[in-house]
């Protein structure tokens, strides 16, 4: 589960096809990006209560050769926050709990309980440590854990910063708020989203384990899939993401959400204007809030292995971009950008295929190392399953590919890497790297 960076900015470049409808230029864009392998996965765009676009890209199952449509189903990973937020906004409005209700009041024994409110779990400003880091996931994942287990992986852990002082992205915050969600309705977490959300709002394609999921249009995850490297993803365990990332869902089940947030049907308009509300970094309830074009609007992306999704609500003219990904990408909020510039019909980048080449992995091992760009800037090169990969420290790793044997790009950004070697030792001492046409030299210090 990964919180995306929260900018909803205008694209420039490329101006809309007149000759187009906007449903045909949306599916265009998409089959660009499904082409570039960018995109594999389910998309629904919708303006105004009309439905615009809704379809699959790519393959549910590569090995089967079968292919995403609009039935496909994904984890979603982080969207289950704002469920989460959402019953506990239920939970206030029948005045069973208060947001500021210290944590203390349900987890008595819980270290600096009496500091945090509920409202500093929902906006990530509490300041309890992460407990699913990089390493916790590559032992943990697939493992079923008790959710006391679950919580003493960071409950006794230091506060990475005072409540209430700062932000900081932690997934501890709404497995909390799933607990409270128990001790309060006195019934399991999962069952309690289901019956107050799923049913109600007739989700019949969502749910929580997805790894005993039984349906034809369950996806695989893949963390990659080349033309020739398709390498599936484990599925993560509920019990691991629980509160705050467990959900699986479809494309139209999310639109059938987004709809209920404008009548009334889950929470009332007043708490849900509590929740698009930012707080510190642009956070709300479960909701990162930006504007788009004068516009406000509400989103969250969620990440977990083989899988990426996103959703993207302008609420003043109804417009949902709901993009599910069965493949890890760091780039669906770009493709959201350029689906919202041609419904604002604005200019925007259109994907540009470029040449791939095949390097030897012998070769991509010279390239491997630490550079430093600046004082405090240092790129990681690594090498896994025959790819390069790029990785600034506390960021995601992005895949690199090879326009000629020394140069690669990004396809996601306009990132561009040029490895140099020395003309007397043969040796890779330096890159070039260009950011957005900005050059900088990193030299390899190990």
Partial sequence: MKRMVCCFLVLSAMSRMAAQTMPQEIDELLKAYSKQGSFNGAALVAQKGTVLLQKGYGYRNASLNTLNDSSSVFQISSLTKQFTAAIILQLQ??????????????????????????????????????YNDELFMAHYAQKHIALDSLIGLF???????????????????????GLIIEKITGKPYFLIVR????????MVHSGFDF???KSANKTVGYFQLENKTKRPAPVVDSSITYAAGALYSTVGDLYKWDRA?????????????KAFTPYKDHYGYGWLIDTAYGKRAVMHEGGTFGYTSLIVRVPIDSTCIILLDNKQSDGLLKIAESINAILNNQPYDFPIQIPEIEVDSFMLRTYVGTYQLSPKLFLNITLENDHLLVAVPGNGKAMLFA??????????????IEFIRSGTTGQVYKINFWDHGQKLEGLKIK
């Fill in 93 to 130: 409005e029948q005045y069973l709990l208060s947001l500021q209700d210290k944590l203390s009041k349900y987890l008595p024994d819980f270290p600096n309980g009496d500091s945090i409110t509920i409202e500093n779990l929902l906006t990530n400003t509490s300041g309890i440590h992460n």
């Fill in 195 to 202: 019956d107050r959300i799923l049913k109600p709002l007739g």
């Fill in 261 to 273: 947030l404008y009548f009334d049907k889950i929470v009332h308009d007043s708490s849900l204007e």
């Fill in 155 to 177: 409950k006794n852990l230091p506060l990475d910063f005072s409540p209430g002082k700062k932000f900081g992205y932690s997934n501890s915050n709404y497995i909390l708020l």
């Fill in 211 to 213: 790894a005993s999921l």
């Fill in 403 to 416: 326009e000629k044997e020394n140069f690669f790009f990004l396809k996601m950004q306009d990132i561009q």
